[in-house]
């Protein structure tokens, strides 16, 4: 079946850092791909995501580019703030995000410092 | 954005006991409700879809005597935890996509407690 893999945290940062946060997939069709966040004691927000392969997704500053080739939608940031501490998760669905569940990474933790 | 709420934000129960999660979409409408429960440390794993005025879809290895799930609105999906255990206890958390819409939207979960 369909899985996500993504790097495990915590990540520890400095504020104005440059952050990569690294997730590869297995599907066996051509899955639409996401990044959600998750920032303490709130729900799961879509950050962005790419339905196809080299679509690159971007919102708030992060951005991340659908890799066909690699299987892989790394995220990345040029100066992450101490806003952007939160956990994130790397995700995807065969069916274009609306008829049918994502299937998740386990999250990756990110702790910004100033 | 659309908003989904889950009620209540956090339940402890006794074992044998059952608990009613509510999930609701606040300002649209979802033929579509999806359930997930997360673990310490670990992703979220789809449980279920949940389909209005339907029964609703389970993933392998989710029983559907445990978890029983009714999506009696456009607005509204229920996910009850008959006799927890627990085993049980754990972060469940439902999201919706606007009908349509390709994007889904999640509540903010709830933490079953089993004693």
């Known amino acids: 079946g369909d899985s996500v893999t993504q790097m495990e945290g915590p990540v520890t940062l400095s504020e104005e850092a440059f952050l990569t946060i690294n997730c590869t997939y297995t599907a066996t069709g051509y899955p639409s791909l996401f990044w959600y966040v998750q920032y303490p004691g709130e729900g799961l927000q879509l950050l962005l995501k790419?339905?196809?392969?080299?679509d690159k997704g971007s919102n708030k500053g992060f951005e991340a580019t659908y890799r066909k080739e690699t299987t892989s939608f790394h995220l990345e940031k040029g100066s992450v703030q101490v806003s952007d501490s939160a956990v994130y998760f790397c995700?995807?669905?065969?069916?274009?995000?609306?008829?049918?569940?994502?299937?998740f990474g386990k999250g990756t933790h990110l702790i910004i410092q100033p | 954005g659309a908003v989904v709420s889950q009620h209540p934000s956090r339940v402890i129960c006794k074992s044998g006991t059952s608990v009613k999660i509510e999930c609701r979409s606040l300002d649209f409408q979802a033929t579509t409700m999806f359930w997930y429960r997360q673990f310490p440390k670990k992703s979220l794993m789809l449980m279920a879809t949940?389909?209005?005025?339907?029964?609703?879809?389970?993933e392998q290895g989710v029983e559907k005597d445990k978890f029983l799930i009714n999506h009696a609105s456009l607005t509204l999906s229920t996910l009850t935890v008959t006799s927890a255990h627990p085993e049980d206890s754990s972060f469940y958390i439902c999201?919706?996509?606007?009908?349509?819409?390709?994007?889904?939207?999640f509540g903010p979960g709830t933490r079953l407690t089993v004693l």
């Open positions: 790419a339905t196809k392969a080299d």
């Open positions: 949940s389909n209005e005025g339907s029964k609703a879809t389970y």
């Open positions: 999201s919706a996509p606007v009908v349509g819409g390709d994007t889904q939207y």
């Open positions: 995700a995807l669905t065969e069916s274009g995000g609306g008829a049918d569940g994502l299937t």
